[in-house]
């Protein structure tokens, strides 16, 4: 039972060193050494620019994030002790399976609870991601979202027969219009719900191999993948795709832009992700990057989040400033709804998942 572990953990190492070599050009100038900085690793949801801003404002630190690739990419640049962050957000349900190994490997810092003072005001939904390694809390929830399909409804209207499923990503009735992420955690996590797996990251190799199938069958449906946020926003705004696999982000920058967008919560499931921010063990600014996480947690900052970005924080006092209506509005009521929901969890064979990923994408 270890050896997929194991797999995943070699996958990971590698999808890290793939981009080592940019990094190695990222040595801080001499001339800016007096500035405070902290480099970080994360989704672009929390590293809006008025948010570095307001923390640079508070405390007197500028935070300077590096290219975000992917979870597995993440967690392959900690376990491979490489690159120079001293704070990194990814997949929580990425780090679980990895962290104590990494704790055992001395990878992991933990974090100063009476420096993460907002942790007190975590929901208890997330409380399980705070995770622990001899009774030190080591991985902190900072904000969590879903990956629904968006549409744009000057082109599928209301009553579609697909309207609540992502099976809209793959009708003929679309074809040439509809787009997928190119990545095979999220995607296949996506098309596997679709053809009825309830468990995606279970599946065994036979289940792979036919969602594998699947894809490739429907590779001719697809105007593309998109890999980069400001790509997704561009083919959705355009018109050139009318549907797509995206996030909650898009869904807010494209309103933002004018577009009639909207998301679904597809009947397979929605998935569903919590982002947990830690600290390795290489950086010399642990104080820094715990005011980075303890902000990130902040009520104050939860509330900016979720009305900038329509990313949801999980700070229990954040949600609870905003009254009911307001927050079915901006979809916090969504965990409530009684509609199935499915974690975006780490895969048992990640590195078939992989390989199935590439097979479908030279096919």
């Known amino acids: 039972m270890s050896k997929p572990i194991e797999i995943d953990r070699r996958q990971m190492l590698k999808a890290g060193a793939a981009s080592a070599a940019a990094l190695a050009c990222g040595?801080?100038?001499?001339?800016?050494?007096?500035?405070?900085?902290?480099?970080?690793?994360?989704?672009?949801?929390?590293?809006r620019p008025e948010t570095l801003a307001e923390f640079e404002k508070v405390a007197g630190i500028k935070v300077r994030p590096a290219p975000y690739v992917s979870p597995v990419d993440t967690m392959g640049k900690l376990l491979g002790s490489g690159g120079r962050f001293d704070m990194m957000v990814t997949l929580s349900d990425l780090v679980r399976p990895n962290i104590e190994e990494a704790v055992s490997r001395k990878l992991l810092v933990p974090l100063d609870g009476a420096k993460v003072t907002n942790a007190k005001q975590i929901a208890s939904l997330f409380k399980p991601d705070i995770m622990e390694v001899g009774g030190k809390a080591y991985s902190m929830p900072v904000y969590w979202g879903y990956n629904p399909v968006l549409y744009n409804q000057k082109f599928i209207k209301e009553g579609d027969p697909m309207m609540d499923s992502y099976a809209m990503l793959f009708d003929d009735r679309y074809k040439g219009r509809v787009a997928i992420r190119d990545d095979a955690h999220e995607s296949m996590h996506m098309t596997a719900l679709c053809?009825?797996?309830?468990?995606?990251?279970?599946?065994?190799?036979?289940?792979?191999?036919?969602?594998?199938?699947?894809?490739?069958?429907?590779?001719?449906n697809l105007r593309g993948m998109w890999s980069k946020f400001a790509e997704a926003v561009q083919m959705m705004?355009?018109?050139?795709?009318?549907?797509?696999?995206?996030?909650?982000?898009?869904?807010?920058?494209?309103?933002?832009?004018?577009?009639d967008i909207a998301s679904n919560h597809p009947k397979e499931g929605l998935l569903w992700w919590v982002h947990a921010g830690f600290i390795p063990a290489g950086t010399t600014k642990v104080e820094d990057a715990e005011k980075w996480i303890n902000f990130l947690i902040s009520p104050e900052f939860g509330r900016t989040l979720i009305e900038t970005t329509g990313v949801p924080s999980t700070s229990q006092a954040a949600k609870d400033s905003f009254s009911k209506e307001q927050q079915k509005e901006l979809g916090y009521d969504v965990l409530d709804s009684g509609k199935p929901m499915v974690r975006l969890e780490q895969p048992k064979y990640l590195e078939r998942w992989l390989e199935a990923w590439s097979e479908f994408k030279a096919a």
């Open 195 to 220: 053809m009825g797996h309830k468990r995606p990251a279970q599946m065994e190799p036979a289940d792979i191999k036919e969602v594998t199938k699947f894809l490739i069958s429907k590779k001719g």
């Open 27 to 47: 040595v801080p100038d001499l001339a800016l050494a007096q500035e405070k900085t902290l480099d970080v690793i994360m989704p672009p949801s929390a590293i």
């Open 237 to 259: 705004a355009s018109g050139e795709v009318h549907a797509m696999f995206g996030w909650l982000l898009m869904r807010k920058t494209l309103k933002q832009q004018g577009v």
